[in-house]
């Protein structure tokens, strides 16, 4: 029937009109028919031993089609088993990589043992193989697979296998465990530590395998690991496990952690002396900020360091920043209170150019003519280099570009000593004075910083003179 298709059709297996609409070959079609597969998969792939000898040529063992996937790949996907080796018969490459991963990761990631069995069988050299984000097979057996999957990858490997770490974060296997949504319980944990791991142990960013699960939000997991002796008290980068859960939004991680212990909300942070409203603040959203109020959490608490309040905080969450001001507002916080830097929530959302945030903040009452030493908005914009900034403010009112601060400089005098060409230049397009002097008499250009030789060319098209 195929054969007869083709020359009524006058079409080659490899040629493009041969492909369907997601560039898949006859083979990958091939390899989903449920009654003819391995014959179909013999008719085209023996063309290959004898190319000479059919009209319509070789066909491609190894094409992929939109997804990545190869005739095999797809095979071994979808449990086909005499499909695939029919395939490894007549010549497909064994070695190729999907997404990074070689067919061992592949089959161990669907958790399909006997497939990977049968792979290692094929190629032993695969199973030493990392994937594209540097995890091995252990590591991908740990956070998709079952004990059974994992036993025989320990069986079937040296202990420095078993026992090397991810090269992206330097997690081990007990650390992907807790990314194991589907097989992950205390079996599994019990047994990576009979081999020598620990709950213990730490990541590159000092993280947990209990931070792990609770990151994933995989608490069936982080029960087990507590069950199994998993320290609820640890912290990492000076964060307990409750301001972690904050720190990443993860509410019901959050609200697992504070039914197992109730303390740990009440904490303030090492860092900075934040509460854990000022984490949520800062990193969460408003439903995180709302239950951790709605658990006792302090609104008006500053934090021991730079004494910020959470609308401090708020301002460089570029996420829900907008959100967050509306709501602590309600409670009476102060638009423009100082922290210990004398700087407003306004003057921390201009330095970091959250606008969305400084244009809330500013139509809920902010007040855009606040000073810190004699300088204005500008000027602390000017100083830090943060032109969107400026615009922003200009935007809003033209009169803080002409304002001197502290000894008569422009803002033009204190762009030119902090900040760029563009800065400078947009001043003046904007009518700031190149030629006014300060109390010192001196000029903008006067404050180029020394090595600055494009903003010092740029100045020279003002003045006859520059010494």
Known sequence: MIDWVMKELGLRPNEPQTMSAKNASVLHHAV?????????????????????????????????????????????????????????????????????????????????????QLVHKWDYEEILKRDSTGRKVIHVAAENADRYTCEWLVQVQKDDDVMALCYEKGSSAIHRVGLN??????????FFKSLGFSLEQRDKEGLTPLHYALRAGNLKV????????????????????????????????????????????????????????????EF???????????????????????????????????THGVALIKYFHTFGIALNARNKFYCSPLHVALERENLKV?????????????????????????????????????????????????????????????????FCQWLVENGVNTQVRDNLGRLAWQYVPHGKNELKTYFQQFYTYMD
């Open 32 to 116: 989903l028919n449920q009654r003819h597969a391995a014959q179909i998969i013999r008719y085209f792939a023996s063309r290959n031993l004898f190319p000479v000898t059919y009209e319509y040529g070789k066909v491609d063992l190894n094409a992929r089609n939109d997804s990545g996937e190869t005739p095999l790949q797809l095979a071994l996907v979808l449990g086909k088993i005499d499909a695939a080796k029919d395939l490894v018969k007549f010549g497909a490459d064994v070695d190729l990589k999907m997404k990074g991963k070689n067919l061992l990761h592949l089959c161990v990631e669907k958790n399909m043992l006997s497939n990977a």
């Open 181 to 190: 949504v589907k097989y992950g319980n205390k079996d599994l944990i019990y």
């Open 358 to 422: 400084a244009d809330c903040l500013l139509n809920l009452g902010a007040n855009i003519n606040m000073y810190i030493d004699h300088s204005n908005l500008i000027h602390f914009c000017a100083k830090r280099n943060k032109l969107d900034a400026a615009k922003f403010l200009h935007e809003r009112n033209q009169e803080l570009t002409k304002e001197p601060c502290f000894g008569g400089r422009t803002t033009l005098h204190t762009a030119a000593q902090f900040s760029t060409v563009e």
């Open 222 to 281: 982080a029960s087990d690991m507590i069950k199994v002796g998993a320290d609820l008290r640890l912290e990492s980068n000076s964060l307990n496990l409750i301001q972690y859960c904050v720190r990443h939004d993860c509410l019901e991680s959050a609200k697992f952690i504070h039914e197992k212990d109730r303390k740990l909300i009440t904490k303030v942070c090492e860092s900075g002396g934040r509460t854990v409203l000022h984490i949520a603040a």
């Open 284 to 318: 969460a959203d408003e439903e995180m900020c709302r239950w951790l109020v709605s658990q006792g959490a302090s609104v008006p608490t500053l934090s021991e360091d730079a004494e910020n309040n959470v609308l401090h905080f708020a301002t460089m969450n570029f």
